[in-house]
C-alpha cells in the first residue's frame, strides 16, 4: 500500500506549510513513500491538516553523514537538526532522506 499521508511535529508544520522544509530524514520504519504520490501532512500531536506534499525521492542517509546541507533543506541550524535527529531516532545510523515539495 502506497502511504497517503505523514506526520511532523507541530513545532516545525510552518516550515513544511510554507515550502521552507523541502526534507525530512526518518527511519526504516517510514521508508515506504513512494516518488510522485502526493502525501497529506498532519501535526503528529493534534492531527490537524497542514498541506499536501508530492514525494520526490526517498534515499539512505547514514546519521554521521548529516551535514550543513541538509540542516539548510530542512530550515533548521545543524546542531539542532542532530539534536532532534538523536532524540526521536536513539543510536540509530540508518536513516532515510525524503525529499518532497509543496503541492500549491
Ligand atoms: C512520527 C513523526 O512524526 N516523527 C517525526 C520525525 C522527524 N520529524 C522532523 C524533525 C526534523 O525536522 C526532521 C528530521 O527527522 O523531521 C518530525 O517532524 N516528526
Redesign the pocket.
Known amino acids: 500500500m502506497i502511504p497517503t499521508s505523514?506526520?511532523?511535529?507541530e513545532y516545525?508544520?510552518p516550515?513544511v506549510a510554507s515550502g521552507a522544509?523541502t526534507?525530512?530524514?526518518?527511519d526504516a520504519s517510514?521508508n515506504h513513500y513512494v516518488p510522485g504520490s502526493q502525501v497529506e501532512v498532519f501535526t503528529?500531536e493534534t492531527h490537524q491538516k497542514v498541506c499536501d506534499i508530492t514525494i520526490l525521492s526517498v534515499e539512505p542517509l547514514a546519521f554521521d553523514d548529516i551535514n550543513a546541507f541538509h540542516a539548510q533543506q530542512?530550515?533548521?541550524p545543524l546542531d539542532e537538526?542532530k539534536q532532534?535527529?538523536q532524540k526521536?531516532?536513539p543510536n540509530q545510523q540508518s536513516?532515510f532522506m525524503i525529499s518532497f515539495e509543496l503541492v500549491k
Open positions: 505523514i506526520t511532523f511535529f516545525l508544520t516550515l522544509k526534507i525530512t530524514i526518518r517510514e503528529l530542512e530550515s533548521l537538526l532532534i535527529i526521536v531516532y536513516l
